[in-house]
């Protein structure tokens, strides 16, 4: 008898800035994918927010995957159970697609802050990563730092800013405790609008930057130097979390920080290093971290965690609730060192976002 094959529906694109990192991500995500296993569909969404069946512009040769903007129509069904319409130009009546799980590999605002989520868990259907709250918290920096400001977890300080409230230099400086500041927005990812500013006129251009991107900013103290450690969680299906082998990112001089231009445009920006060589204490103490980080935040399934290192000095950064998956990426390449290649890994997060659809179905039966 012929076994049935899961069907995975790859949900990418997306409304943010990071669009083009999600279609390199998903292309990956598609490769690693066991053919004699899953059934993959591939959804994208435009930046202007429509939903597209993709499968026919896209293979799995693809570097990036693309979105048409000629695709047809997808339109989840509410409570469907993993069910959507293709609604076809031409006027040819809807057809229905199926699938079992949704894979959304989507990096920014609309799509890793909680409200594709929210869509899919309207929809009933199992989607791989962090529900809501955990996604929602996560991806804005400044709600997160209180929640782990308030947990005990050590932080780099920091203070927000809007346009309507605006923060000068010097009271930015005077709040850090420091005169070489970094800004960012609060709701992105992949270092998309981030600055240094040494003084008056650097800290305005950074703001004017960062406000470009999201309605509120941080700013933060430089820590300097600094390594950037990374550590990968995974959340098993049973419910353990794990947390892999240390990664490190060393960026080029000629960036001086992890910038957009370094992670994905310079073949040169940064050199990565998996294991990083860090002294077995200190990497269990930051493994130990990141574990608490991911429950602090009400993570599930997958996060990266980052973190600034200088000397036994150690803070947590930031949380990416759906890391990169791109074939530079760190979070797959970390778990691959740690012993769990990442056509398992894939496995894993799968049979995750299953077994956690299937408790919730079954206490929402109990209700």
């Not at 609060?186 to 040494?198: D, E, H, Q, Y």
């Not at 794990?242 to 370094?262: M, N, Q």
Request: charged fraction near 25%; glycine fraction near 8%.
């Amino acid at each position: 008898m012929t076994e049935t094959k899961t069907r995975v529906a790859i949900l990418f694109g997306g409304r943010s800035a990071e669009h083009d990192v999600s279609r390199a991500s998903a292309a990956n995500i598609f490769r690693s994918l066991d053919a004699g296993r899953y059934a993959v569909t591939l959804i994208g969404i435009t930046p202007g927010g429509r939903w597209v069946l993709a499968d026919a512009a896209n293979d799995a040769t693809s570097a990036a995957l693309a979105v048409p903007a000629d695709g047809p129509d997808i339109v989840l069904l509410p409570a469907g159970q993993g069910r959507a319409l293709v609604i076809d130009t031409g006027g040819a009546a809807p057809r229905e697609l199926a699938f079992d799980v949704i894979f959304p590999v989507l990096h920014g605002p609309n799509g890793e802050d909680g409200t594709v989520q929210g869509a899919l868990e309207l929809a009933d259907v199992a989607y791989v990563g962090g529900r809501v709250l955990g996604s929602a918290v996560a991806m804005d920096k400044d709600a997160a730092k209180r929640l782990l400001r308030d947990a005990g977890l050590p932080i780099v300080p920091f203070v927000t800013m809007t346009a309507a409230v605006p923060v000068s230099y010097d009271d930015a400086a005077r709040a850090v405790g420091a005169s070489e500041l970094f800004v960012k927005p609060a709701n992105l990812g992949s270092s998309v609008g981030i600055s240094k500013a040494r003084n008056a006129d650097e800290f305005d251009a950074a703001c004017k930057l960062a406000l470009r991107f999201d309605r509120k900013i941080l700013i933060e103290r430089c820590i300097a130097p600094v390594r950037e450690i990374e550590c990968a969680v995974l959340e098993r299906p049973d419910g353990e979390v794990k947390a892999s082998e240390l990664g490190e990112i060393v960026p080029a001089g000629s960036h001086g920080f992890y910038s957009y231009e370094a992670k994905y445009t310079d073949a040169n920006g940064a050199s990565l290093h998996v294991p990083a060589q860090v002294e077995p204490a200190l990497a269990a103490r930051i493994r130990k971290m990141a574990i608490e980080t991911f429950g602090v935040l009400c993570c599930e399934s997958l996060a990266r965690v980052d973190f600034f290192v200088r000397g036994d000095e150690v803070y947590v950064n930031e949380v990416n609730t759906l890391p990169g998956f791109t074939n530079i990426s760190m979070y797959p390449k970390m778990w691959e060192a740690t012993g769990l290649p990442q056509p398992a890994l894939m496995d894993e997060l799968i049979t995750h976002a299953l077994a956690r659809h299937a408790r919730l179905r079954e206490l929402a039966s109990q209700r």
